[in-house]
């Protein structure tokens, strides 16, 4: 499944680009993850917990930034395993513009699905994947313009 969007972030593009490649940022805003570890070079290994639909699982996995351009895009891409729950992949081209009022972020993102988790249907599944993606931007925005509560 694929999914796409926008965001205007109040903050000039190197803030923005700092963020992205901050691990502490990535860990507080991707949903249900409990750990994140190793730096944009080298790659991240996260733990993040989910409940999609009926099934709950814990996904350990690998991060990894590619296509980087420094300071204007790079694909970060994904892959975790979840035991019985089966295994989720994806990954996303960000791009970094800078726009009146601060930085336009464009995300294309793909994701796909096995296990268990295939089993629920391309519905519930691509809506949870909606608001996974939602979640993430809208956690990242609120960080980078320091609108964060947490």
Not at 36 to 49: D, I, N, W
Not at 57 to 62: D, P, R, S, V, W
Request: proline share 3%; charged share 20%; with cysteine.
């Amino acid at each position: 499944m694929e999914l796409s969007g926008t965001k205007v972030i109040a903050a000039d593009v190197e803030n923005v680009w700092a963020h992205l490649n901050n691990p502490e940022t990535l860990k507080a805003c991707i949903p249900g993850c409990e750990e994140l570890t190793g730096s944009p070079e080298e790659g991240f290994a996260a733990t993040v917990k989910q409940k999609v639909g009926p099934v709950k699982a814990t996904f350990k996995g690998e991060v990894t930034l590619d296509n980087i351009v420094p300071g204007k895009s790079y694909t970060i891409t994904g892959e975790g395993k979840g035991g019985v729950a089966g295994f989720a992949k994806g990954g996303a081209d960000v791009v970094l513009t800078a726009v009146d009022g601060g930085t336009e972020l464009a995300y294309e993102v793909q994701a796909k699905v096995g296990g268990k988790l295939a089993q629920l249907g391309s519905r519930i599944i691509g809506g949870f994947a909606r608001k996974m993606a939602d979640q993430f931007f809208e956690s990242f925005q609120n960080t980078v313009e320091g609108n964060d509560s947490a």
